[in-house]
Structures are given as structure tokens and as C-alpha cells.
């Protein structure tokens, strides 16, 4: 059984910089691609950043320029490193793998979801 566990968020002053980390644990598992999504209250869980195996990245336009999704394949690890952070940016913030697991076909698998508030 494949369990992603996020950790960072808390809360920060505006313009200020945060960083999440999100790590798969089990075993006989092969992670594609990477994301990061948030979700602000009352609005749709909104996918802001991934990466794939290959460690190409892509961005949402509304965190473009000051977040940045990176890897660590040996750690089964994504991070996201947060600056210039804005109020706006307060949400619930999930990582989310897409993996194999043996005998079976890939599949979605989310962290437990962890809030970030950007207030002064």
C-alpha cells in the first residue's frame, strides 16, 4: 500500500517564503509524474505545479515566478518551494503521485492535504 505524507505549511507573512515537502512510503511502486494542487475555500482544487519523471516542470500562471516543484527520485520526494508568498495564496495544499504498483495499472495517490495562511 502506497501512503503520501506532506509536511511544511503553517502560517506567513505576506511576501514571505514557506516550503512543502511531500514523500510516497511502501514498496514495489514506480511514481510517473508529480504534482502539487491547492484549494482555496469555497473554490476547486486547483493543479499549480508539476513535474515529470524526466524533470520537466510546469506552473500555473498564478504561481509562475515564485514557486518552484522539484524531486528527489532516490527519496520518492516532491517539494515545493513557495516565495514571494501573497494572501491570495492561503489554501489547503495537496502533493499528488501518479504510480504502479506491482500487477497493477498506474493510478492517482494524494497527500493528506496541509494549510498554508499568508497573513500579516
Known amino acids: 500500500q502506497v501512503q503520501l505524507v506532506e509536511s511544511g505549511g503553517g502560517l506567513v507573512q505576506p511576501g514571505g517564503s514557506l516550503g512543502l515537502s511531500c514523500a510516497a512510503s511502501?514498496?514495489?511502486?514506480?511514481?510517473?509524474?508529480m504534482n502539487w494542487y491547492y484549494q482555496a475555500p469555497g473554490k476547486e482544487r486547483e493543479l499549480i505545479a508539476r513535474i515529470t519523471n524526466d524533470g520537466s516542470t510546469n506552473y500555473a500562471d498564478s504561481v509562475n515566478g515564485r514557486f518552484t516543484i522539484s524531486r528527489d527520485n532516490a527519496k520518492n520526494t516532491v517539494y515545493l518551494q513557495m516565495n514571494s508568498l501573497k494572501p491570495e495564496d492561503t489554501a489547503v495544499y495537496y502533493c499528488?503521485?501518479?504510480?504502479?504498483?506491482?500487477?497493477?495499472?498506474?493510478?492517482?495517490?494524494w497527500g493528506q492535504g496541509t494549510q498554508v495562511t499568508v497573513s500579516s
Open positions: 499528488n503521485m501518479f504510480i504502479q504498483t506491482m500487477h497493477n495499472p498506474p493510478r492517482n495517490y
Open positions: 511502501g514498496s514495489g511502486f514506480r511514481i510517473f509524474h
